[in-house]
C-alpha cells in the first residue's frame, strides 16, 4: 500500500498557529481523518471529511485538503496539543486505509 | 455513549497465537465496522485490518494477509482479532476502534483502551 507522508516534527509557541500536512495521492478522492495521539494514550479523532470536529473537540483544530495535500491546522496551540498527529485514508488502489507516518508536535 | 473494551495484556512466546476481544457497547454494534490498529514502541500507527459486524466481510493489510484473522460475534457485540505465528516484532499496543467504511470521509471513533502484547522468549 502506498504510504501517505507526512513531516517528522514540527513545534510552534504557545498561542501560536501551527499546520501539519499529510501527502498522498489518495488524497485527490479520499478525505483524510486526523488523530492525536499522546503518549501511552489511545488515538483521538480530532478531524475528519470537510473539517468536522467530533464532539468535545476544540475548533483551534480543523482540516482542510488542496490537490493531494491534507491538512491539519492548530490555531492557538496549547501545552495539551503536544502530541503525536497521525492522518488516515486509503491507499493508492482506494481498497485499503493507511496511516500516515505521524507528525510529532511539541509546544514550547 | 459509544465505548470499547479491550481484553488485557498478554506475553506469549515467538510461534505462539494472540486472540484480542473488544467490546463494544453504547451504539448500534452491527452499523459500524470494527477496525484493528497496532503501535509498536517507537513507531507509527499500523492499520492492520477491519470488519463489518454485518455480514462478516473482512479485509485486511497485505502485510497480516496469511496471519490475522478478525470475527464478530454480534450476539454478545463483541469483536475478537487472532494473530498467529507470533514474532518478536509484533510486540505492540493492539487497539480496536468503531469506524465507518466505504465513504469519500471514513472517520474512526472512539478507540478502545489498548491490549499491550509482549512477544518474548
Known amino acids: 500500500s502506498s504510504a501517505l507522508t507526512q513531516g517528522p516534527a514540527v513545534s510552534v509557541a504557545l498561542g501560536q498557529t501551527v499546520r501539519i500536512t499529510c501527502q498522498g495521492d489518495s488524497l485527490r478522492t479520499y478525505y483524510a481523518s486526523w488523530y492525536q495521539v499522546r503518549p501511552g494514550q489511545a488515538p483521538v479523532l480530532v478531524n475528519y471529511g470537510a473539517n468536522i470536529r467530533p464532539s468535545g473537540i476544540p475548533h483551534r483544530f480543523s482540516g482542510s485538503r488542496s490537490g493531494s495535500t491534507a491538512s491539519l491546522t492548530i490555531v492557538g496551540a496549547q501545552a495539551e496539543d503536544e502530541a503525536d498527529y497521525y492522518c488516515y485514508s486509503r491507499d493508492s488502489s482506494g481498497d485499503h486505509l493507511v496511516f500516515g507516518t505521524g507528525t510529532q508536535v511539541t509546544v514550547l | 455513549q459509544a465505548q470499547l473494551m479491550q481484553s488485557g495484556a498478554e506475553v506469549k512466546k515467538p510461534g505462539a497465537s494472540v486472540r484480542i476481544s473488544c467490546k463494544a457497547s453504547g451504539y448500534t454494534f452491527s452499523a459500524y465496522h470494527i477496525y484493528w490498529v497496532r503501535k509498536a514502541p517507537g513507531q507509527g500507527l499500523e492499520w492492520m485490518g477491519i470488519i463489518n459486524p454485518n455480514g462478516g466481510d473482512t479485509s485486511y493489510a497485505q502485510k497480516f494477509q496469511d496471519r490475522v484473522t478478525m470475527t464478530t460475534d454480534t450476539s454478545m457485540t463483541t469483536a475478537y482479532m487472532l494473530l498467529r505465528s507470533l514474532k518478536s516484532e509484533d510486540t505492540a499496543t493492539y487497539y480496536c476502534?468503531?469506524?465507518?467504511?466505504?465513504?469519500?470521509?471514513?472517520?474512526?471513533?472512539?478507540w478502545g483502551q489498548g491490549t499491550p502484547v509482549i512477544v518474548s522468549s
Open positions: 476502534a468503531r469506524g465507518t467504511f466505504g465513504y469519500y470521509d471514513d472517520w474512526v471513533d472512539p
